[in-house]
């Protein structure tokens, strides 16, 4: 692993149905976050943690739900899947704030269509 | 309300030439600013901080200007080549009480260099 690893790829799901979008890094990195991406509005953060053991809502966090037991892994979970929840997921990291320098690390993305 | 706007209409030049893409926001203080480049079906990979201080950033043939009067940001390609076609992203780093430093992104431009 190097970098941000994410799974799946691709995903088709019905409506109604539950699912967990996998994110780990392989950096150490404190910060993670997760982002949706949708044409014409770029990328919206949805969840973030800036340390393990805790977690903060972003933009557009309804729906979704986050974890960060360790600092390797951050999941996203939909409990209740919509269409509206049709979208790339980007998961992202970062040593901190004040020291981004190198930016954020991405994720290859998972591309989930609910129908 | 607070806004990131980059060039909505794609962006066409021949090679060789120096490419010019915008970044504007409101209501922003933002720390530092970055720009992203993302290919097709990858995830955003980080180019360039420029930090609220700074007037002015250089990469081998990128460079980055910041004018936290108009509140702008200019990226350069210069001396283009096909091979410089993507979308760029450009991000504000900002502080938010409460959550921490975050990185609020624009909705991209797509650039695309001619042979």
């Known amino acids: 692993i190097a970098g941000i690893t994410q799974a799946p790829t691709s995903q088709i799901l019905a409506a109604g149905r539950r699912m967990t979008l996998r994110c780990t890094q392989d950096?150490?990195?404190?910060?993670m976050y997760w982002y949706r991406q949708d044409l014409g509005l770029g990328l919206r953060l949805i969840h973030y943690?800036?340390?393990?053991?805790?977690?903060g809502k972003g933009e557009v966090p309804d729906g979704y739900s986050v974890s960060r037991a360790n600092t390797d892994d951050f999941p996203l979970t939909l409990a209740s899947a919509v269409p509206s929840q049709t979208s790339v997921y980007f998961c992202a990291s970062s040593d901190s704030f004040r020291q981004s320098s190198i930016g954020y690390t991405f994720g290859s993305g998972t591309r989930l269509t609910v129908v | 309300s607070q806004k990131i706007e980059q060039n909505s209409e794609a962006l066409n030049i021949q090679e060789g030439k120096t490419a010019t893409l915008t970044c504007n926001y409101t209501?922003?203080?933002?720390?530092?600013l970055q720009w992203y480049r993302q290919d097709p079906g990858r995830g955003p990979v980080f180019l360039l901080l420029?930090?609220?201080?700074?007037k002015e950033k250089r990469k081998e043939r990128l460079k980055v200007t910041f004018d936290t009067t108009l509140k702008q940001s200019l990226f350069h390609i210069t001396a283009s080549q096909p091979a410089d076609s993507a979308t760029y992203l450009c991000?504000?780093?900002?502080?938010?009480?409460?959550?921490?430093?975050?990185?609020?992104f624009g909705q991209g431009t797509e650039l695309s260099v001619k042979p």
């Open positions: 420029i930090r609220e201080n700074e």
């Open positions: 209501n922003y203080s933002p720390a530092y």
């Open positions: 991000a504000l780093g900002v502080w938010i009480y409460n959550q921490g430093g975050k990185l609020i």
């Open positions: 943690s800036n340390t393990a053991g805790t977690t």
């Open positions: 950096m150490r990195h404190n910060a």
